[in-house]
């Protein structure tokens, strides 16, 4: 099927585009990017007023599937990431059961494949059942197209067992995402430790928690040479680590949510609101200023959601009984194209950049480029479509949101995955 995508602006930094132009496609692939293209027979698409960059991918999202559908699942968790803009987005292993072996990765592999509308990329875990103590089949997983292991949701706290993952996976050349998270401090912690857990009179969870073991894992990058990237970093010195792991050459990436940039301890208020429960915890303000100038001079690679869905009855509790974690694949380019992007803090092209140029490179998946022999995987959105976050809006069946009644611009309209449209003028094409 041939497909023409004309008049929209095209943003990819990778080959210094940034006109208006139109797009052919055919057969999943990128034929041409030019001006005042034609084809003979096939489905055009005005896009006049659009922006149409390499589509977009979420590297860290909890699909819950298998074990804990009643969340969100392979075919709810695609949907809300294809509304959101996303064409791809990196599954986490903390599943029931785990995906610690070949059969859990050909089993997400396969769901996403029949109910799918967005690609997933499958991590394996680093241990098995992510308790830290055994290898997981990690070669196995390998043979099986898995490039990135994490044992989310658990930080490994034996420093030789890392060790260990690290050197095993450096072998194929393999990222390690580590969620840093020093069990024997941060303990029952619910909130940041400091003026919040004062405050609200809960258990504090301590920057120092995730800091040492950032520190730990960038020191044994620097022993193994295995590529290491942070998960949902939150701290301005655990940035000015890996920023210094960065100057002195080591293999060092990390990521940041929206929710860590926008969102501080502040905004947790005596009402106790669960949807602001999340691990790591809401930082300092001055944390989330440092986070946002690292996104701004290169220190942070990847913008990613950690989308976590629960069920209402989870998060309807108390705050120390409810679950940690928000949803975020919805809101999250709404909420960068508004609080970033149209502020001037950073560039259209360095939006890409975080959201899908450099997420590619870190999971060691093809490029998308805006050129001829490309596959056609593509977002478009809308600078200037304004809206308001609100549950009746999700796809995802999780309402776990911290950003509801938000008043947002810009939003994403269609999706293209191999050619093919995903979501049209902002509606799931099934």
Request: glycine share 10%; with cysteine.
């Amino acid at each position: 099927m041939a497909l023409m995508l004309k008049n929209a602006r095209c943003i990819d930094p990778q080959v210094g585009l940034d006109e208006v132009c139109d797009i052919l496609i055919r057969d999943g692939k990128i034929m041409e990017v030019g001006h005042g293209l034609s084809m003979e027979k096939g489905v055009e698409r005005d896009l006049s007023g659009k922006v149409l960059t390499p589509g977009l991918v979420d590297m860290h999202v909890h699909l819950r599937e298998p074990g804990y559908e009643q969340k969100e699942d392979i075919a709810s968790g695609t949907r809300a990431a294809a509304h959101g803009g996303f064409t791809a987005v990196c599954a986490m292993p903390n599943t029931d059961p785990v995906i610690d072996n070949a059969v859990g990765v050909e089993y997400v592999k396969a769901r996403a494949k029949d109910v799918g509308k967005c690609r997933v990329i499958v991590s394996g875990a680093c241990t098995k059942g992510l308790k830290g103590e055994i290898l997981a089949e990690m070669g196995d997983m390998h043979a099986h197209g898995v490039r990135a292991f994490t044992d989310d949701g658990h930080g490994v706290q034996d420093a030789g067992m890392m060790r260990r993952v690290m050197d095993y996976a450096s072998q194929f050349d393999c990222v390690v995402m580590p969620h840093c998270q020093d069990d024997s401090l941060v303990g029952e912690g619910q909130v940041n430790e400091g003026v919040a857990s004062t405050r609200l009179g809960m258990l504090g969870w301590p920057a120092e928690g995730e800091e040492l073991e950032i520190a730990r894992d960038i020191a044994l990058c620097r022993l193994t040479g295995c590529p290491l990237h942070i998960q949902h970093l939150t701290t301005a010195r655990g940035l000015d680590m890996v920023r210094a792991a960065k100057a002195e050459g080591l293999p060092v990436t990390c990521e940041v949510t929206p929710h860590h940039l926008f969102l501080t301890e502040d905004d947790i208020t005596d009402e106790y609101p669960t949807s602001l429960k999340v691990n790591p915890p809401l930082r300092t303000a001055d944390d989330a200023v440092a986070l946002v100038e690292g996104l701004v001079d290169g220190t942070i690679d990847a913008i990613v959601t950690d989308h976590a869905p629960h069920t209402d009855w989870e998060k309807d509790r108390e705050f120390e009984l409810a679950p940690f974690g928000m949803i975020g694949l919805e809101t999250s380019l709404g909420l960068v194209l508004t609080k970033l992007v149209d502020n001037g803090i950073i560039t259209y092209e360095r939006m890409i950049e975080l959201m899908a140029v450099n997420p590619r490179g870190i999971l060691r998946e093809e490029p998308v480029r805006l050129e001829a022999g490309s596959v056609a995987d593509l977002t478009v959105f809308d600078p200037e479509q304004t809206w308001t976050v609100e549950r009746s809006g999700f796809y995802s069946k999780a309402g776990n949101s911290g950003f509801l009644g938000a008043e947002l611009k810009g939003k994403a309209t269609d999706v293209f995955v191999g050619g093919y449209a995903t979501m049209e003028d902002g509606a799931i094409v099934e």
